[in-house]
Protein backbone atom coordinates (compact mmCIF):
# COMPACT_ATOMS: atom_id res chain seq x y z
CA UNK A 1 0.00 0.00 0.00
CA UNK A 2 1.34 3.60 -0.76
CA UNK A 3 2.36 5.47 1.90
CA UNK A 4 -0.18 8.57 0.88
CA UNK A 5 -2.86 5.99 0.88
CA UNK A 6 -2.21 4.53 4.56
CA UNK A 7 -1.74 8.02 6.04
CA UNK A 8 -5.11 9.22 4.42
CA UNK A 9 -6.95 5.78 6.04
CA UNK A 10 -5.49 6.70 9.25
CA UNK A 11 -6.42 10.20 9.43
CA UNK A 12 -9.76 9.20 7.92
CA UNK A 13 -10.54 6.66 10.33
CA UNK A 14 -9.78 9.14 13.66
CA UNK A 15 -11.94 11.54 11.86
CA UNK A 16 -15.17 9.45 11.64
CA UNK A 17 -14.39 8.26 14.88
CA UNK A 18 -14.15 11.66 16.47
CA UNK A 19 -17.47 13.01 13.71
CA UNK A 20 -19.37 10.11 15.28
CA UNK A 21 -18.63 10.63 19.12
CA UNK A 22 -19.66 14.46 18.66
CA UNK A 23 -23.23 13.24 16.50
CA UNK A 24 -24.32 11.52 19.07
CA UNK A 25 -23.42 14.03 21.82
CA UNK A 26 -25.32 16.08 19.98
CA UNK A 27 -28.36 14.21 21.10
CA UNK A 28 -27.32 13.37 24.21
CA UNK A 29 -25.37 15.87 25.64
CA UNK A 30 -23.25 18.65 23.99
CA UNK A 31 -20.25 17.78 26.74
CA UNK A 32 -20.13 14.13 25.80
CA UNK A 33 -18.36 14.60 23.05
CA UNK A 34 -15.08 12.75 23.35
CA UNK A 35 -12.97 15.28 21.98
CA UNK A 36 -14.15 17.83 24.36
CA UNK A 37 -14.32 15.88 26.99
CA UNK A 38 -10.80 14.64 26.68
CA UNK A 39 -10.07 18.15 26.33
CA UNK A 40 -11.60 19.68 29.73
CA UNK A 41 -10.08 16.12 31.51
CA UNK A 42 -6.41 17.87 30.36
CA UNK A 43 -7.88 21.38 31.48
CA UNK A 44 -8.44 19.37 35.00
CA UNK A 45 -5.50 17.53 35.16
CA UNK A 46 -3.12 20.62 33.76
CA UNK A 47 -0.63 21.64 36.55
CA UNK A 48 -1.54 24.74 37.78
CA UNK A 49 1.85 26.17 36.55
CA UNK A 50 1.03 25.61 32.68
CA UNK A 51 -2.22 26.56 33.05
CA UNK A 52 -1.18 29.82 34.51
CA UNK A 53 1.45 30.55 31.46
CA UNK A 54 -1.16 29.48 28.94
CA UNK A 55 -3.63 31.82 30.66
CA UNK A 56 -0.96 34.46 30.48
CA UNK A 57 0.22 33.65 27.13
CA UNK A 58 -2.67 33.30 25.23
CA UNK A 59 -5.37 35.23 26.81
CA UNK A 60 -8.65 34.38 26.20
CA UNK A 61 -7.88 32.45 23.33
CA UNK A 62 -6.00 30.06 26.03
CA UNK A 63 -8.85 26.83 24.95
CA UNK A 64 -8.64 27.64 20.84
CA UNK A 65 -4.98 26.75 21.55
CA UNK A 66 -5.50 23.96 23.49
CA UNK A 67 -8.26 22.47 21.12
CA UNK A 68 -5.79 23.29 17.73
CA UNK A 69 -2.64 21.33 19.92
CA UNK A 70 -4.95 18.34 20.11
CA UNK A 71 -6.21 18.22 16.97
CA UNK A 72 -2.63 18.37 15.50
CA UNK A 73 -1.77 15.88 17.84
CA UNK A 74 -4.51 13.59 17.20
CA UNK A 75 -3.70 13.84 13.51
CA UNK A 76 -0.18 13.51 13.82
CA UNK A 77 -0.76 10.02 15.48
CA UNK A 78 -3.49 9.17 13.08
CA UNK A 79 -0.77 9.15 10.60
CA UNK A 80 1.90 7.36 12.21
CA UNK A 81 -0.94 4.74 12.87
CA UNK A 82 -1.84 4.58 9.28
CA UNK A 83 1.93 4.28 7.85
CA UNK A 84 2.38 1.60 10.66
CA UNK A 85 -0.43 -0.44 9.10
CA UNK A 86 0.74 -1.08 5.44
CA UNK A 87 1.03 -4.12 6.00
CA UNK A 88 -1.69 -5.00 8.58
CA UNK A 89 -4.71 -3.69 9.96
CA UNK A 90 -3.13 -4.48 13.11
CA UNK A 91 -1.46 -1.19 14.33
CA UNK A 92 -4.32 1.06 13.29
CA UNK A 93 -7.36 -0.98 15.12
CA UNK A 94 -5.41 -0.75 18.24
CA UNK A 95 -4.74 3.08 17.73
CA UNK A 96 -8.76 3.18 16.69
CA UNK A 97 -9.31 0.87 20.27
CA UNK A 98 -6.56 2.95 22.65
CA UNK A 99 -8.01 6.30 21.15
CA UNK A 100 -11.79 5.29 21.74
CA UNK A 101 -10.73 4.03 25.43
CA UNK A 102 -9.10 7.12 26.25
CA UNK A 103 -12.45 8.95 25.24
CA UNK A 104 -14.57 6.66 27.18
CA UNK A 105 -12.68 7.97 30.28
CA UNK A 106 -12.74 11.11 29.86
CA UNK A 107 -16.27 10.97 29.71
CA UNK A 108 -17.03 9.20 32.17
CA UNK A 109 -14.36 11.70 34.66
CA UNK A 110 -16.68 14.39 33.38
CA UNK A 111 -18.90 15.31 36.15
CA UNK A 112 -21.63 17.03 34.08
CA UNK A 113 -22.42 14.09 31.90
CA UNK A 114 -25.34 12.21 32.15
CA UNK A 115 -25.18 7.96 32.24
CA UNK A 116 -26.06 8.40 28.29
CA UNK A 117 -23.41 10.25 27.93
CA UNK A 118 -21.09 7.70 27.25
CA UNK A 119 -23.14 6.14 24.08
CA UNK A 120 -20.46 9.24 22.44
CA UNK A 121 -17.28 7.73 22.86
CA UNK A 122 -18.32 4.42 22.14
CA UNK A 123 -19.90 5.26 18.88
CA UNK A 124 -16.18 6.74 18.45
CA UNK A 125 -14.30 3.55 19.45
CA UNK A 126 -17.14 1.55 17.41
CA UNK A 127 -16.91 3.66 14.37
CA UNK A 128 -13.45 4.58 14.25
CA UNK A 129 -12.15 0.86 14.43
CA UNK A 130 -14.95 -0.65 11.95
CA UNK A 131 -14.37 2.26 9.16
CA UNK A 132 -10.82 2.17 9.46
CA UNK A 133 -11.13 -1.75 8.89
CA UNK A 134 -12.76 -1.29 5.87
CA UNK A 135 -11.18 1.60 4.58
CA UNK A 136 -7.61 -0.99 4.90
CA UNK A 137 -9.57 -3.85 3.47
CA UNK A 138 -11.00 -1.70 0.09
CA UNK A 139 -7.37 -0.19 -0.14
CA UNK A 140 -5.70 -3.26 0.05
CA UNK A 141 -8.20 -4.91 -2.83
CA UNK A 142 -8.02 -2.03 -5.14
CA UNK A 143 -4.50 -1.20 -5.15
CA UNK A 144 -3.32 0.85 -6.49
CA UNK A 145 -5.93 3.36 -5.24
CA UNK A 146 -8.85 2.57 -7.72
CA UNK A 147 -12.21 4.56 -8.50
CA UNK A 148 -13.83 2.12 -6.36
CA UNK A 149 -11.38 2.68 -3.80
CA UNK A 150 -11.89 6.46 -3.92
CA UNK A 151 -14.68 6.20 -3.54
CA UNK A 152 -14.76 4.66 -0.09
CA UNK A 153 -12.53 7.37 0.67
CA UNK A 154 -15.19 10.11 -0.58
CA UNK A 155 -18.26 8.20 1.26
CA UNK A 156 -15.95 8.09 4.45
CA UNK A 157 -14.72 12.20 4.31
CA UNK A 158 -18.16 13.48 3.03
CA UNK A 159 -20.37 11.15 6.25
CA UNK A 160 -17.35 12.65 9.35
CA UNK A 161 -18.01 16.30 8.03
CA UNK A 162 -22.07 15.65 7.73
CA UNK A 163 -21.82 13.97 11.12
CA UNK A 164 -19.50 16.80 12.68
CA UNK A 165 -21.41 19.32 11.59
CA UNK A 166 -24.99 17.61 12.52
CA UNK A 167 -23.46 16.88 16.07
CA UNK A 168 -22.72 20.65 16.63
CA UNK A 169 -26.03 21.36 15.58
CA UNK A 170 -28.04 19.50 17.54
CA UNK A 171 -25.52 20.31 20.68
CA UNK A 172 -26.81 23.79 20.18
CA UNK A 173 -30.24 23.55 19.44
CA UNK A 174 -31.23 24.53 23.12
CA UNK A 175 -31.76 27.69 22.24
CA UNK A 176 -30.53 29.52 25.00
CA UNK A 177 -30.37 32.99 23.22
CA UNK A 178 -33.81 32.92 22.41
CA UNK A 179 -35.00 32.54 26.06
CA UNK A 180 -32.15 34.99 27.33
CA UNK A 181 -34.15 37.40 24.28
CA UNK A 182 -37.82 36.61 26.02
CA UNK A 183 -36.81 37.46 29.54
CA UNK A 184 -36.76 40.97 29.06
CA UNK A 185 -35.78 43.93 31.27
CA UNK A 186 -35.19 42.76 34.98
CA UNK A 187 -35.90 45.70 36.68
CA UNK A 188 -34.37 46.66 39.85
CA UNK A 189 -36.78 47.52 42.76
CA UNK A 190 -33.54 49.02 44.59
CA UNK A 191 -31.33 50.90 41.53
CA UNK A 192 -27.28 51.49 42.09
CA UNK A 193 -26.66 55.25 42.39
CA UNK A 194 -26.37 56.89 39.26
CA UNK A 195 -22.05 57.59 38.77
CA UNK A 196 -21.40 60.93 39.51
CA UNK A 197 -19.71 63.04 36.74
CA UNK A 198 -15.92 62.29 37.38
CA UNK A 199 -16.96 58.28 37.54
CA UNK A 200 -13.14 57.51 35.36
CA UNK A 201 -10.84 59.11 33.61
CA UNK A 202 -11.17 57.86 30.56
CA UNK A 203 -10.07 61.03 28.36
CA UNK A 204 -6.60 60.50 29.97
CA UNK A 205 -6.22 57.06 28.98
CA UNK A 206 -8.19 55.00 31.99
CA UNK A 207 -10.62 52.20 30.65
CA UNK A 208 -14.59 53.81 31.23
CA UNK A 209 -16.01 53.14 34.81
CA UNK A 210 -18.49 50.19 33.45
CA UNK A 211 -16.84 47.76 31.47
CA UNK A 212 -18.98 46.88 28.55
CA UNK A 213 -20.06 43.66 28.39
CA UNK A 214 -18.39 42.32 25.09
CA UNK A 215 -15.17 43.92 26.98
CA UNK A 216 -15.73 41.88 30.09
CA UNK A 217 -12.97 40.25 30.96
CA UNK A 218 -13.38 36.20 30.84
CA UNK A 219 -12.15 33.62 32.63
CA UNK A 220 -13.55 30.07 32.99
CA UNK A 221 -12.87 26.17 32.70
CA UNK A 222 -15.69 25.71 30.07
CA UNK A 223 -14.71 24.47 26.59
CA UNK A 224 -17.96 25.25 25.37
CA UNK A 225 -20.04 27.22 27.27
CA UNK A 226 -22.78 25.95 29.23
CA UNK A 227 -26.55 26.15 27.68
CA UNK A 228 -29.25 26.51 30.17
CA UNK A 229 -32.50 28.16 29.71
CA UNK A 230 -34.42 30.00 31.90
CA UNK A 231 -37.38 27.74 31.84
CA UNK A 232 -34.95 25.03 32.76
CA UNK A 233 -33.15 26.47 35.21
CA UNK A 234 -33.28 25.70 39.33
CA UNK A 235 -31.25 26.28 41.84
CA UNK A 236 -30.92 24.29 45.06
CA UNK A 237 -30.49 25.57 48.43
CA UNK A 238 -29.69 22.54 50.42
CA UNK A 239 -26.72 21.21 53.30
CA UNK A 240 -26.34 22.41 57.15
CA UNK A 241 -30.07 24.63 56.32
CA UNK A 242 -33.17 24.63 58.51
CA UNK A 243 -35.04 24.06 54.83
CA UNK A 244 -33.93 23.14 51.66
CA UNK A 245 -34.82 25.75 48.49
CA UNK A 246 -35.48 24.87 44.84
CA UNK A 247 -35.53 28.36 43.22
CA UNK A 248 -36.81 28.85 39.81
CA UNK A 249 -36.02 31.99 37.61
CA UNK A 250 -39.80 33.25 37.65
CA UNK A 251 -39.92 32.98 41.71
CA UNK A 252 -36.44 35.07 41.86
CA UNK A 253 -37.28 37.80 39.26
CA UNK A 254 -40.48 38.40 40.60
CA UNK A 255 -38.67 39.56 44.28
CA UNK A 256 -37.80 42.93 45.09
CA UNK A 257 -34.02 42.85 42.84
CA UNK A 258 -31.39 45.30 43.37
CA UNK A 259 -28.57 46.57 41.35
CA UNK A 260 -25.27 46.78 42.64
CA UNK A 261 -21.87 48.51 41.00
CA UNK A 262 -19.17 46.09 41.50
CA UNK A 263 -15.48 45.35 40.47
CA UNK A 264 -14.83 41.62 39.74
CA UNK A 265 -11.19 40.56 39.51
CA UNK A 266 -9.14 37.18 38.94
CA UNK A 267 -6.64 36.06 41.10
CA UNK A 268 -4.77 35.34 38.61
CA UNK A 269 -4.09 38.65 37.06
CA UNK A 270 -0.89 39.12 36.82
CA UNK A 271 0.51 43.07 38.45
CA UNK A 272 -0.79 45.01 35.56
CA UNK A 273 -2.95 42.63 33.88
CA UNK A 274 -6.31 42.91 32.39
CA UNK A 275 -8.49 40.78 34.48
CA UNK A 276 -10.60 43.68 36.08
CA UNK A 277 -13.68 44.95 35.00
CA UNK A 278 -16.88 46.61 36.84
CA UNK A 279 -20.71 46.27 35.59
CA UNK A 280 -24.05 46.92 37.24
CA UNK A 281 -25.36 43.85 38.49
CA UNK A 282 -29.07 43.50 39.22
CA UNK A 283 -30.02 40.05 41.20
CA UNK A 284 -31.07 38.87 44.20
CA UNK A 285 -29.17 39.15 47.56
CA UNK A 286 -27.70 36.20 48.44
CA UNK A 287 -27.94 36.68 52.20
CA UNK A 288 -31.82 36.83 52.08
CA UNK A 289 -31.42 33.48 50.47
CA UNK A 290 -29.36 32.02 53.04
CA UNK A 291 -31.62 33.91 55.81
CA UNK A 292 -34.63 32.13 53.86
CA UNK A 293 -33.11 28.26 54.23
CA UNK A 294 -31.77 29.07 57.95
CA UNK A 295 -28.10 28.75 57.70
CA UNK A 296 -27.14 25.79 60.74
CA UNK A 297 -24.71 26.64 63.06
CA UNK A 298 -20.99 25.37 62.67
CA UNK A 299 -21.32 26.04 58.97
CA UNK A 300 -18.58 27.48 57.16
CA UNK A 301 -18.45 27.06 53.97
CA UNK A 302 -20.74 28.10 50.97
CA UNK A 303 -20.34 25.66 48.54
CA UNK A 304 -21.28 26.39 44.92
CA UNK A 305 -21.81 24.12 41.99
CA UNK A 306 -22.18 25.35 37.46
CA UNK A 307 -24.15 23.31 35.87
CA UNK A 308 -20.56 21.76 34.63
CA UNK A 309 -19.74 20.44 37.84
CA UNK A 310 -17.20 23.74 38.67
CA UNK A 311 -17.30 24.74 41.93
CA UNK A 312 -16.09 27.61 44.28
CA UNK A 313 -16.41 27.95 48.41
CA UNK A 314 -17.00 31.01 49.98
CA UNK A 315 -17.30 32.02 53.40
CA UNK A 316 -20.00 31.67 55.27
CA UNK A 317 -19.66 34.75 57.26
CA UNK A 318 -18.66 36.86 54.09
CA UNK A 319 -21.36 35.93 52.58
CA UNK A 320 -23.76 36.83 54.92
CA UNK A 321 -22.51 39.76 55.99
CA UNK A 322 -25.21 42.96 55.31
CA UNK A 323 -22.96 45.27 54.36
CA UNK A 324 -20.98 43.18 52.05
CA UNK A 325 -23.22 42.89 49.36
CA UNK A 326 -23.14 39.31 47.48
CA UNK A 327 -25.93 38.77 45.27
CA UNK A 328 -27.46 35.96 42.52
CA UNK A 329 -27.07 38.17 39.82
CA UNK A 330 -29.19 37.30 37.03
CA UNK A 331 -28.14 41.01 34.75
CA UNK A 332 -25.69 42.75 33.99
CA UNK A 333 -24.98 46.24 32.62
CA UNK A 334 -29.25 46.49 31.56
CA UNK A 335 -29.25 42.83 29.82
CA UNK A 336 -29.74 39.65 31.16
CA UNK A 337 -26.41 37.84 31.66
CA UNK A 338 -24.74 37.02 28.53
CA UNK A 339 -24.36 33.43 27.70
CA UNK A 340 -20.72 33.69 28.63
CA UNK A 341 -20.93 35.35 32.17
CA UNK A 342 -23.07 32.45 33.75
CA UNK A 343 -26.57 32.94 32.43
CA UNK A 344 -29.27 32.45 33.31
CA UNK A 345 -27.88 33.19 36.85
CA UNK A 346 -24.52 33.69 38.44
CA UNK A 347 -23.11 34.61 41.71
CA UNK A 348 -20.81 37.80 42.30
CA UNK A 349 -19.51 38.48 46.10
CA UNK A 350 -17.76 42.06 46.20
CA UNK A 351 -14.08 41.95 47.55
CA UNK A 352 -13.32 37.64 46.93
CA UNK A 353 -11.75 36.95 43.99
CA UNK A 354 -13.78 34.93 41.25
CA UNK A 355 -12.15 31.38 41.84
CA UNK A 356 -14.15 31.45 45.44
CA UNK A 357 -17.09 33.46 44.45
CA UNK A 358 -18.27 33.64 41.26
CA UNK A 359 -19.73 30.80 40.00
CA UNK A 360 -21.31 31.17 36.45
CA UNK A 361 -24.09 28.70 35.59
CA UNK A 362 -24.84 27.99 39.25
CA UNK A 363 -27.16 25.12 40.03
CA UNK A 364 -26.00 24.42 43.85
CA UNK A 365 -25.76 26.17 46.60
CA UNK A 366 -24.70 24.24 49.62
CA UNK A 367 -24.35 25.52 52.85
CA UNK A 368 -21.38 23.10 54.77
CA UNK A 369 -17.87 23.39 56.22
CA UNK A 370 -14.37 23.91 54.47
CA UNK A 371 -13.15 20.71 56.18
CA UNK A 372 -16.19 18.43 54.61
CA UNK A 373 -15.33 19.77 50.70
CA UNK A 374 -12.82 21.93 48.34
CA UNK A 375 -13.70 23.81 45.78
CA UNK A 376 -12.28 23.49 41.88
CA UNK A 377 -9.10 25.57 42.16
CA UNK A 378 -8.99 25.04 46.02
CA UNK A 379 -8.46 21.44 45.13
CA UNK A 380 -5.37 22.53 42.75
CA UNK A 381 -3.34 24.58 45.05
CA UNK A 382 -4.90 28.12 45.26
CA UNK A 383 -5.91 29.40 48.37
CA UNK A 384 -8.94 28.59 50.34
CA UNK A 385 -10.04 32.02 51.29
CA UNK A 386 -9.63 34.80 47.98
CA UNK A 387 -10.02 38.38 49.82
CA UNK A 388 -8.88 40.56 46.53
CA UNK A 389 -5.63 42.28 47.21
CA UNK A 390 -5.00 46.40 46.77
CA UNK A 391 -3.88 47.02 43.68
CA UNK A 392 -2.98 49.29 40.88
CA UNK A 393 -2.23 49.19 37.28
CA UNK A 394 -0.95 52.01 35.08
CA UNK A 395 -3.06 52.83 31.63
CA UNK A 396 -1.38 55.49 30.10
CA UNK A 397 1.35 55.38 28.81
CA UNK A 398 1.50 51.50 27.42
CA UNK A 399 5.00 49.93 28.34
CA UNK A 400 7.68 51.23 25.94
CA UNK A 401 5.66 53.52 24.01
CA UNK A 402 7.05 57.00 22.60
CA UNK A 403 4.84 60.30 24.09
CA UNK A 404 5.03 63.94 23.66
CA UNK A 405 6.28 65.89 26.72
CA UNK A 406 7.56 67.62 28.58
CA UNK A 407 3.84 67.16 30.35
CA UNK A 408 2.60 63.42 30.59
CA UNK A 409 -0.54 62.83 32.08
CA UNK A 410 0.05 59.36 33.37
CA UNK A 411 -3.07 57.39 34.37
CA UNK A 412 -4.79 53.88 35.21
CA UNK A 413 -6.69 52.39 38.17
CA UNK A 414 -6.60 50.91 41.53
CA UNK A 415 -8.70 48.84 43.26
CA UNK A 416 -9.32 47.42 47.28
CA UNK A 417 -12.71 45.68 47.21
CA UNK A 418 -14.25 45.78 49.93
CA UNK A 419 -12.30 48.84 51.95
CA UNK A 420 -12.15 50.87 49.26
CA UNK A 421 -8.65 52.88 47.65
CA UNK A 422 -7.66 55.76 49.64
CA UNK A 423 -4.48 57.25 47.82
CA UNK A 424 -2.67 56.43 44.98
CA UNK A 425 1.02 57.50 44.72
CA UNK A 426 3.30 57.53 41.38
CA UNK A 427 7.19 58.09 41.16
CA UNK A 428 9.40 58.57 38.54
CA UNK A 429 12.52 56.90 37.68
CA UNK A 430 12.76 55.80 41.50
CA UNK A 431 12.56 59.59 42.94
CA UNK A 432 10.05 60.49 45.40
CA UNK A 433 6.25 59.37 45.85
CA UNK A 434 3.61 61.99 44.95
CA UNK A 435 0.12 61.67 45.29
CA UNK A 436 -2.19 61.27 42.49
CA UNK A 437 -5.91 63.09 41.67
CA UNK A 438 -8.44 60.21 42.45
CA UNK A 439 -11.64 59.86 41.12
CA UNK A 440 -15.28 60.34 42.95
CA UNK A 441 -15.62 56.74 44.50
CA UNK A 442 -18.52 55.27 43.69
CA UNK A 443 -18.27 52.92 46.74
CA UNK A 444 -15.94 50.68 48.10
CA UNK A 445 -16.29 47.75 46.13
CA UNK A 446 -15.78 49.17 42.70
CA UNK A 447 -12.36 50.15 40.96
CA UNK A 448 -11.09 54.37 41.30
CA UNK A 449 -9.29 55.81 38.40
CA UNK A 450 -6.02 58.15 39.20
CA UNK A 451 -3.77 60.24 37.31
CA UNK A 452 -0.81 62.80 37.52
CA UNK A 453 0.58 64.97 35.35
CA UNK A 454 4.27 64.79 35.41
CA UNK A 455 6.99 67.17 33.96
CA UNK A 456 9.55 65.26 32.29
CA UNK A 457 12.50 65.88 29.95
CA UNK A 458 12.94 63.61 27.18
CA UNK A 459 14.19 60.36 27.44
CA UNK A 460 13.47 57.25 28.63
CA UNK A 461 11.18 57.00 32.36
CA UNK A 462 10.44 54.10 34.28
CA UNK A 463 6.90 55.62 36.24
CA UNK A 464 5.49 53.35 38.93
CA UNK A 465 2.80 53.22 40.54
CA UNK A 466 0.94 51.99 44.28
CA UNK A 467 -2.34 52.61 46.04
CA UNK A 468 -3.05 52.77 49.73
CA UNK A 469 -6.60 51.31 50.81
CA UNK A 470 -8.86 53.10 53.24
CA UNK A 471 -7.84 50.30 56.02
CA UNK A 472 -4.33 52.86 55.68
CA UNK A 473 -2.45 49.58 53.86
CA UNK A 474 0.03 50.26 50.93
CA UNK A 475 0.24 47.38 48.55
CA UNK A 476 3.84 46.22 49.04
CA UNK A 477 6.70 46.56 46.60
CA UNK A 478 7.62 42.43 46.64
CA UNK A 479 6.60 40.69 43.17
CA UNK A 480 4.53 37.51 44.10
CA UNK A 481 2.87 35.18 41.50
CA UNK A 482 -0.68 34.65 41.21
CA UNK A 483 -0.19 30.97 43.05
CA UNK A 484 -1.82 30.90 45.85
CA UNK A 485 -3.89 33.86 46.44
CA UNK A 486 -3.02 36.78 44.31
CA UNK A 487 0.01 38.59 42.71
CA UNK A 488 1.82 41.52 44.49
CA UNK A 489 4.33 44.16 43.56
CA UNK A 490 4.19 47.74 42.29
CA UNK A 491 3.11 47.55 38.55
CA UNK A 492 6.00 49.86 36.25
CA UNK A 493 6.19 50.70 33.03
CA UNK A 494 9.02 52.29 31.12
CA UNK A 495 8.40 54.77 27.96
CA UNK A 496 9.68 57.71 26.20
CA UNK A 497 9.77 61.14 26.19
CA UNK A 498 10.08 62.98 22.79
N1 LIG B 1 -18.86 27.82 36.17
C1 LIG B 1 -17.74 28.54 36.33
N2 LIG B 1 -17.80 29.70 37.00
C2 LIG B 1 -16.69 30.44 37.18
C3 LIG B 1 -15.43 30.01 36.69
C4 LIG B 1 -15.39 28.76 35.99
O1 LIG B 1 -14.34 28.30 35.53
N3 LIG B 1 -16.57 28.06 35.83
N4 LIG B 1 -14.31 30.78 36.87
C5 LIG B 1 -14.34 31.76 37.96
C6 LIG B 1 -13.25 32.72 37.89
S1 LIG B 1 -11.70 32.13 38.20
C7 LIG B 1 -13.47 34.06 37.70
S2 LIG B 1 -12.23 35.17 37.88
C8 LIG B 1 -14.81 34.56 37.32
C9 LIG B 1 -14.76 35.31 36.02
O2 LIG B 1 -16.04 35.73 35.64
P1 LIG B 1 -16.25 36.34 34.21
O3 LIG B 1 -15.77 35.34 33.20
O4 LIG B 1 -17.71 36.66 34.07
O5 LIG B 1 -15.41 37.59 34.19
O6 LIG B 1 -15.75 33.52 37.16
C10 LIG B 1 -15.66 32.48 38.10
N5 LIG B 1 -16.78 31.60 37.87
MO1 LIG C 1 -10.38 33.86 38.39
Redesign the pocket.
Known amino acids: MKRRTAALIGLLGVAAALAAGHLVAGLVGPSASPYLAVGNTAIDFTPIQLKDFAVRTFGTYDKLVLLSGMAVTIAALAVIAGLLSRRSPLPGTVFALGLGLVGIGAVLYRPDVGTLGVLAPVASLVVGVVVFRWLHAAATAHEPLSGEGRRNFLIVAGASVLAGVGGQFLGTRVDVEKSRAAIGTLTPATKAPALPAMADFSADGTPSFITPNKD???????LSV?RVTAEDWVLRVHGLVDRELNLRYADLRQRDLVERTIT?????NEVGGP?V?TANFVGVPLRDVLMEAGVKQGADQLYST?V?G?T?GSPVDVVMEAERGAMIALAMNGEPLPV???FPA?LVVPGL???VS?????VDLEVTTFAAKQG??LQRGWGQKGPIKTMSRIDFPKGLATTKGPKVVVSGVAWAQPTGVAKVEVRVDGGPWRAADLTTEVNRSTWRMWKAELDLPTGGHTVEARATDQSGFTQPQDRVAPIPDGATGWHSIFFTVE
Open positions: FYRVDTAPMTCVSYSSDWAEHGRYGYATKWVYW
